[in-house]
């Protein structure tokens, strides 16, 4: 048996896992990351969840082939070095070279999105697909794609940004720079902005009683007042699954994948939210008339996606 340790490195806490040849996870272990800090700290920290998890699924260490990690921010795989990640304060981070230094381990570094698609597409509603594109709702919009079999992202690391496609020309100003992104709108941070904004123009709305006040706003206040029947929240759910399903099948069109699984907190809400998406979604693109489409599902594996998507980095890029 084969044994791998996935590292899904977060803005707010380190989690490592111990993932065997078939996918599940034996045992994990995590901290605080503590970000911003230096990446000498951070990675000490992860060589210590490393040995915690390890000890936890009772293996000894030189049980392990190898450790992968999925980080925040623009990645350098082949250098296995972070680029760009400003949530944890690296820049130029050599996080394969230091953790390499601290475990006596082989070590593989990608985007975190990406190890958590490639974890959907080995272990998910991705399983047994030859292509997938994962879309994860946060306080951003996360993505990653697989084709045939493979991580893709771009030339030089900065592919698979989904959430910054425009699907409203001129419209709300994004993180990125530009106007009408799909995360301007889509995201839990968007979501929010959307519902204040309805909770503005209607001071009677149901959306007030859950929310509280415009800062008491979550990306479960228009689902709450939408399941009591109130017409401002179910038209701010109306244009989010629009938004959403504009989003989707730019995707379809593009790449047509066999499954674009949607994750993330707001993902929770299940086919609720997925169902209309598909359906919008499948009605538009242009492949709407073939007998076989797109598989637009609900991501299965929840946070545990990164975990074995790193755990595997090692065998993707064999």
């Known amino acids: 048996m084969a044994y791998y340790v996935g590292i899904d490195l977060g803005g707010t806490n380190i989690v490592a896992g111990v993932v065997?040849?078939?996918?599940?996870?034996?045992?994990?272990?995590?901290?605080?990351?503590?970000?911003?800090?230096?990446?000498?700290?951070?990675?000490?920290?992860?060589?210590?969840?490393?040995?915690q998890a390890v000890a936890a699924a009772g293996l000894a260490e030189g049980a392990i082939d190898?450790?992968?990690?999925?980080?925040?921010?623009?990645?350098?795989?082949?250098?296995?070095?972070?680029?760009?990640?400003?949530?944890?304060?690296?820049?130029?981070?050599?996080?394969?070279?230091?953790?390499?230094?601290?475990?006596?381990?082989?070590?593989?570094?990608?985007?975190?999105?990406?190890?958590?698609?490639?974890?959907?597409?080995?272990?998910?509603v991705g399983r047994?697909?030859?292509?997938?594109?994962?879309?994860?709702?946060?306080?951003?919009?996360?993505?990653?794609?697989?084709?045939?079999?493979?991580?893709?992202?771009?030339?030089?690391?900065?592919?698979?940004?989904?959430?910054?496609?425009?699907?409203?020309?001129?419209?709300?100003?994004?993180?990125?720079?530009?106007?009408?992104c799909m995360e301007a709108y889509c995201s839990a941070t968007g979501l929010i902005q959307t519902t204040r904004e309805a909770m503005e123009g209607a001071p009677d709305s149901?959306?007030?009683?859950?929310?509280?006040?415009?800062?008491?706003?979550?990306?479960?206040?228009?689902?709450?007042?939408?399941?009591?029947?109130?017409?401002?929240?179910?038209?701010?759910?109306?244009?989010y699954i629009d938004d959403f399903a504009c989003g989707?099948?730019?995707?379809?069109?593009?790449l047509q994948p066999e499954v674009i699984a949607i994750g993330g907190g707001i993902s929770r809400e299940g086919e609720r939210l997925v169902g209309p998406i598909r359906e919008r979604a499948l009605r538009v693109v242009m492949s709407r008339h073939s007998p076989q489409n797109t598989r637009i599902l609900p991501a299965a594996l929840g946070n545990d996606a990164g975990i074995i998507g790193a755990a595997f980095l090692g065998r993707e890029g064999q």
């Open 20 to 51: 065997d040849e078939h996918c599940r996870i034996l045992a994990k272990a995590e901290t605080k990351t503590r970000a911003p800090r230096p990446a000498e700290e951070i990675c000490a920290d992860m060589a210590a969840v490393y040995r």
């Open 66 to 124: 190898w450790i992968g990690v999925g980080s925040p921010g623009v990645i350098d795989k082949a250098a296995g070095q972070v680029e760009l990640a400003a949530n944890l304060g690296f820049q130029g981070a050599p996080v394969r070279q230091l953790l390499q230094a601290l475990t006596g381990k082989p070590v593989y570094v990608d985007n975190d999105a990406n190890a958590a698609a490639y974890g959907e597409f080995l272990a998910g």
């Open 128 to 180: 047994g697909a030859d292509s997938l594109v994962m879309i994860t709702i946060g306080t951003g919009i996360g993505g990653g794609i697989i084709l045939g079999g493979k991580i893709w992202s771009g030339f030089r690391y900065g592919g698979a940004e989904l959430g910054h496609m425009v699907i409203r020309t001129g419209g709300r100003r994004c993180t990125c720079g530009r106007e009408g």
């Open 206 to 239: 149901l959306l007030w009683q859950f929310g509280g006040d415009l800062d008491g706003v979550s990306g479960r206040t228009a689902f709450q007042a939408a399941d009591r029947g109130d017409a401002a929240a179910q038209a701010v759910l109306e244009r």
């Open 248 to 254: 989707v099948a730019n995707v379809i069109n593009l």
